[in-house]
């Protein structure tokens, strides 16, 4: 079954630690995202692709850093620099070509919760 | 730049009735997509329905509909027949104009269904 997965699905981390969340997609998407999540809150971006090799800041990328050396695979490392990072995680990837159309739906993977200690 | 605006936090509905969420937008670009999202106590997000802004008809997926006024710049999610299934985290959202942009969410409406 084609999808995208999220791994783990819960991460504790210590303050003062990067942490390195997953997301793979067999999707054959060209682009990818990645969101956070706020209790009660919505999605803001943190960073995306449009194709591998290059990606582009979100509003709130301070704290965050990404890489897409493959098309399949988005990693999100979390670092010390971000002060509140306790939260939950969505990526997320489209087909992304052409134009926008009802095909051009975003797909979410499962999410990641984490929780600095 | 674009902006998604879903005024009513919480929402109750009866099982059974009818219940309308919100949500108004803002874009300066004449084509772009909106879109709804359903996210369960799970997290997942679950895509419900799409209306492009070029689309002459309003769209409908089951029991999902969507009141799309251009003019008024509202695209305003109608459940029919709630179920409490439906109870969750609705969220609208847009991206325009090519299909790799993300999309922008607004900061969504919880449906909770009585039984």
């Known amino acids: 079954d084609g999808g995208i997965t999220q791994s783990p699905k819960y991460l504790f981390r210590k303050e003062g630690q990067n942490v390195t969340l997953s997301c793979e997609q067999n999707l054959n998407h060209d682009a990818m995202y990645w969101y956070r999540q706020d209790p009660g809150q919505g999605l803001r971006l943190i960073y995306y692709s449009q194709i591998v090799n290059d990606f582009q800041k979100g509003d709130i990328a301070e704290g965050y850093s990404v890489s897409r050396e493959k098309k399949e695979s988005f990693p999100l490392t979390v670092t010390s620099a971000q002060k509140n990072p306790t939260a939950f995680y969505l990526c997320?990837?489209?087909?992304?070509?052409?134009?926008?159309?009802?095909?051009?739906?975003?797909?979410f993977g499962p999410g990641t919760r984490l929780t600095v200690l | 730049a674009q902006k998604i605006t879903q005024t009513q936090p919480g929402m109750f509905v009866q099982e059974k009735e009818a219940v309308t969420l919100d949500c108004t937008y803002d874009?300066?670009?004449?084509?772009?997509?909106l879109f709804w999202y359903k996210q369960p106590s799970s997290g997942e997000m679950i895509f419900l329905i799409y209306?492009?802004?070029?689309?002459?008809q309003n769209a409908t997926e089951g029991r999902y509909s969507l009141n799309f006024q251009k003019a008024r710049k509202s695209a305003n999610l109608v459940i029919s027949a709630s179920q409490l299934g439906d109870s969750a985290m609705y969220f609208c959202?847009?991206?325009?104009?090519?299909?790799?942009?993300?999309?922008?969410f607004g900061k969504g409406t919880r449906l909770s269904v009585i039984a």
């Open positions: 874009t300066s670009d004449p084509s772009y997509g």
């Open positions: 209306q492009g802004s070029y689309d002459q």
């Open positions: 959202a847009m991206r325009g104009p090519s299909g790799n942009t993300p999309l922008v």
């Open positions: 997320a990837s489209t087909l992304g070509r052409g134009l926008i159309n009802r095909y051009n739906e975003q797909f």
